[in-house]
């Protein structure tokens, strides 16, 4: 079996160590990283140069073993945010803040070289994305044109663009009198949320809803009525900060209700009318950087939904937006709208740190990148990895990575029992490594020589 993972990481350093637990591990599989089927593995690289930076890509027999050099080799485009390998069709996402980003997609020719396709377009800025059936779906939450109040206060609505990757086109949704799409009262509490993900499971899509405090809209709503009392505070006298940290007077920035995890399970990719699953073990779930949002609501094999919340609003600064729960996980069972009994309490086995991002690794496992020490310190980074087992609750620390690692690559891949991952190093060049989820460790495989960052990869079958 081989399963390329959509959605990537940030940077990450790991140091080995083992957390307690109440399982053994299962026996180890070395597994093997050759490509099955009639196709190539594709590497999406960065070569720094002295005086400019170019992008290319790669292809490769194998990620267990030998080199590769983009240096007079490979495709060169025009980089990406995001490489998304989807139903043998590579594609490249490039987010740009406030504006739209030029999207384009790649095959694996007949002769085993990579091709742009014909079509180049723009898509709305996202700040989350996820797939379902044949599309590729970035999402975004942004003003809505039509639905304004008396001040001239926009109400937040949900932007979708489809990607269809079959036929090479693009979709957004249409905002009518009657489906709005709006973010704002979401969870009726009259604060505005985006998502986080889309995780298809059957028919069904399972995004992360995150609060984002009150907008204009809705802090004006009704003479303050979704302010809460003792609150006032934290609504803003004027407009300040810059890029993602930007807000505007007059808005509540951060959420009002930091111990509560909502999940929307939607019935189709229409995103109308979903359904709200809430528990209180967990707070919001969602990774963060800036102002991308990473998916940590995922399918594992057997259809189980797993709900990761790093508990990142302990890094507020108001007491009153922090959350009092423990990074973790819970779980809603296959085909269901609601929690079950799962919990597991990651940050105890991690010993106070918490996660930045995490994927399915094939079975009941997930890859994990860790923080370096606590939230509630300054200057934490995602520095390690992880990987927990969701059957035994185990988090066991990957052991046999370089020990000068300075990033890892923005895609996983699973195949054969283990999942692979890019390191990026000081000093040398970026590697895949084979992880057992089963054991941990972490096995070196093909190098990138001359090229200074891997920040994709997958595999791609020739196209017909």
Known sequence: MKKAILFGALAALTVPAVLTSCSESDEPNNGGGESEGKGKFVFATTVQGSNATSYVLLTGESLDEGTLSPVNNGLLNDGATQWIFYKNYLYALTYNQGNAGTTRSYVLGADGEM????????????????????????????????????????????????????????????????????????????????????????????????????????????????????????????????GSGAYKAGELVGTQYPDECWVAVYDNDDFLNPTLVKTDRISTPSGRYRSQYYQTIWSAENGDIYVFSPSYAKTMSDPLQKTKLNAGVCRIPAGSKQFDDYYCDIETQAEGKSFMRCWPAGGNYFLMVMYDRPLSQSGFAGTDLAIFDATSKKLTYVTGLPSNVSSIGKTVYTQNGDVYIPINVEDGYPTIYRINPATAQAYKGVVVEGASDITGFGFLEIAE
């Not at 599309?135 to 663009?161: F, P, Q, R, W």
């Not at 009150?214 to 300040?240: P, T």
């Open 115 to 242: 091709k742009a396709r014909g079509t180049e377009y723009r898509i709305s800025r996202f700040s989350s994305y996820g797939a379902y059936d044949n599309d590729i779906l970035t999402m975004a939450t942004g003003e809505s044109a039509d639905v304004v109040d008396g001040n001239g206060y926009h109400a937040k609505m949900l932007n979708v663009t489809y990607l269809d990757v079959v036929n090479e086109t693009s979709a957004t949704n249409q905002a009518t009198a009657e489906h709005p799409y709006l973010m704002e009262n979401f969870l009726s509490n009259g604060e505005y949320v985006t998502l986080a993900g889309a995780e298809q499971s059957g028919s069904r899509l399972y995004c992360g809803a995150i609060p984002m405090g009150l907008s204009q809209y809705g802090a004006a709503y009704d003479n303050g009525k979704w302010i809460r009392e003792g609150y006032e505070h934290l609504v803003h006298a004027e407009a300040g900060g810059s």
